[in-house]
């Protein structure tokens, strides 16, 4: 049964940082493509970052400079740095891997930046 759960979320201040952490089971972690995904009040839900096996990293225009992936294969876990939080970044936070055609996706966790 392959498990994703996010962590480190929270309130945090504009210009402050946190960092997520989606630990996952039940596959094997190291050949997969992680996603973070987000989703603001009242809009879709959309792609942040983006980290595959061979070590390539990509990210929404909106948070490149800002936000990092990362990947511990040891601890199956995957990260997102996040730097320089501003409000626009409020949302909840989800990650998600996809096996075959089957999509996997974490319980989701809230981030709210302050002004």
């Known amino acids: 049964q392959v498990q994703l759960v996010e962590s480190g979320g929270g309130l945090v201040q504009a210009g402050g940082s946190l960092t997520l952490s989606c630990a996952v089971s039940g596959t094997i972690f190291s050949i997969r493509t992680m996603d973070w995904y987000r989703q603001a009040p009242g809009k879709q839900r959309e792609l942040v970052a983006a980290?595959?096996?061979?070590?390539?990293?990509n990210y929404a225009d909106s948070v490149k400079g800002r936000f990092t992936i990362s990947r511990d294969n040891a601890k199956n876990t995957v990260y997102l740095q996040m730097n320089s939080l501003n409000v626009e970044d409020t949302a909840v936070y989800y990650c998600?891997?996809?096996?075959?055609?089957?999509?996997?996706w974490g319980q989701g966790i809230q981030v709210t930046v302050s002004s």
């Open positions: 980290s595959t096996s061979g070590g390539s990293t």
């Open positions: 998600k891997l996809l096996i075959s055609s089957s999509e996997y």
